[in-house]
């Protein structure tokens, strides 16, 4: 479906342009977080950028900015950045908010992934 995917690739499959072939466009993509609810996927994805990283780190709820996004030099950039640090706010990945956070908030037990003795 892809004819060629230019730009600078500075994270997995995030960055640069697709050029698909005649016929094919983005809107195929299957959305299956509108079709199934997580009890009934067969297809589950945790994504821990939502998780805090240790006990020392209180977590926000919001999405760790990715690699992509730290690599950013850009004017606006660094002065949200600086500006978040000052007021002692995470940076937040808008990009993971977007694409991560998708369908109905829910809570599941994820305990399997976090066995007891392993500092989690």
């Not at 908010?97 to 809570?107: F, I, Q, S």
């Amino acid at each position: 479906m892809i004819e060629s995917w230019d730009g600078a690739v500075t994270h997995v499959m995030a960055n640069g342009t697709i050029k698909f072939k005649p016929g094919h466009d983005a809107s195929r993509r299957l959305d299956l977080h509108k079709q199934f609810s997580w009890d009934a996927s067969h297809y589950r994805c945790l994504h821990t950028c939502f998780v805090p990283r240790s006990s020392l780190d209180q977590g926000s709820g919001l999405a760790r900015p990715n690699v992509s996004e730290n690599r950013r030099k850009g004017v606006t950039t660094l002065l949200r950045k600086a500006l978040n640090r000052l007021l002692g706010k995470p940076n937040v990945s808008d990009w993971k908010m977007e694409k991560y956070a998708r369908g109905p908030l829910v809570t599941v037990d994820v305990s399997t992934f976090f066995p007891k003795g392993t500092g989690a």
